[in-house]
Structure formats: structure tokens, C-alpha cells
């Protein structure tokens, strides 16, 4: 039993986990834009796929609910 409790406090545990999440919040992000019918260009696409910043993507998803258009995330930046 000290093993499994060990591995859940483990780095790479932890480290998983934390890509679920990343990987999780870019996916909403780019579904809360199709959702109300804005494209998503590949360019921007990508850039939410490819970052790895879980606040950033955040405050990607929370532009998403009110963006006009899909490079209204990136804005400021």
C-alpha cells in the first residue's frame, strides 16, 4: 500500500497530471470557439496546442467565451 500512495506523490506523477490539465484547457479553449461557430485557423490552432502555460490558457479560454473572432485570444499579447 506505501508503494501506491508513494506514486501519487511522485514528480512524475504530479507531472502527468499537470500535462492532462494543459492539455485539457487547450482543448476546451479551442471547443468553446467552435461551439459558437467561430473558425479556427491552423495558426491559432496551433498556438493554443502548443502552449504549455495552464494560467495563460485560462485566460485564452475565458476570451474565448466572448471573442468575436478566434485572434481575439492572443490580444495584449
Known amino acids: 500500500m506505501t ?3 508513494y506514486f501519487w506523490r511522485h514528480p512524475l506523477a504530479e507531472q502527468v497530471r499537470e500535462e492532462g490539465r494543459v492539455q485539457a ?3 476546451m479553449t479551442l471547443r468553446i470557439l467552435e ?3 467561430i473558425a479556427v485557423p491552423d495558426e491559432v490552432r496551433e498556438r493554443v ?3 504549455t502555460d495552464l494560467d495563460r490558457l485560462e485566460l485564452w479560454a ?3 467565451v466572448h ?3 478566434a485572434a481575439e ?4 499579447e
Open 3 to 5: 508503494a501506491m500512495q
Open 25 to 27: 484547457k487547450a482543448e
Open 35 to 37: 461551439w459558437r461557430g
Open 49 to 51: 496546442e502548443s502552449c
Open 62 to 64: 475565458q476570451r474565448a
Open 67 to 69: 471573442a468575436a473572432d
Open 73 to 76: 485570444l492572443f490580444v495584449d
